[in-house]
């Protein structure tokens, strides 16, 4: 099978900012996009493949994703090193939340200080994760990535990765 790929992940922000005083206002305008682009290969700003999904955890269970055997919409994913990591808790009920990382065994690193640390991500929050240049290794001994919901209730989000590696 030829695969090809390319993307972008794109983060903007923009925002008005105004301190009313007594004779005047002051307003501070904030506009900011960053972007990241992907072509097809290995290396610097490449990438060969990407997983993506829309998940559900009921209340405090969690799942670790092997990122060397992820099934998406052509076959069996295998990442040799993450790109990009995007986790959006679709979920927006308050102090709802889901903890990303601290996979007991072969935890995927370089993302994290150590590989028992977490990173949570709110209701309604979106963590995006890029490393364009030398990207996240993937490999026996760092590749799974555990994702937990310590809630009330159950957590809907989604989750898409992009990186080098294969399909088959």
């Known amino acids: 099978m030829a695969t090809t790929f390319s993307g972008l992940v794109r ?10 005083l007594d004779l005047s206002s002051v307003t501070d305008g904030l506009s900011k996009n960053y972007s990241t682009s992907f072509t097809d290969g290995t290396g610097s700003g490449k ?7 829309s998940r559900t955890l009921v209340t405090t269970t969690d799942e670790t994703l092997d990122l060397t055997a992820l099934i998406g919409a052509f076959g069996a994913a295998a990442f040799a090193k993450i790109k990009a990591l995007i986790v959006s808790v679709a979920t927006q009920s308050n102090g709802y939340r ?3 990382g601290g996979a007991a065994e072969n935890a995927v690193s370089g993302m994290f200080a150590d590989p028992g640390d977490i990173l949570e991500v709110q209701a309604g929050s979106t963590l995006v994760l ?8 993937v490999d026996a ?3 799974n990535l555990k994702i937990s919901n310590p809630s009330g209730g159950s957590v809907t989000y989604d989750i898409i990765i992009v990186g080098e590696g294969a399909v088959s």
Do not use: C, E, R, W
């Not at 983060?11 to 009313?20: E, L, P, Q, R, Y």
């Not at 990438?47 to 999904?53: C, L, N, R, S, V």
């Not at 890029?130 to 290794?137: F, I, L, R």
């Open 141 to 143: 001994t760092h590749k």
């Open 47 to 53: 990438a060969q493949i990407q997983f993506h999904d």
């Open 11 to 20: 983060a903007v922000i923009s925002g008005t900012f105004v301190n009313a």
């Open 98 to 100: 889901l903890q990303i």
């Open 130 to 137: 890029t490393a364009p240049v030398n990207g996240y290794v």
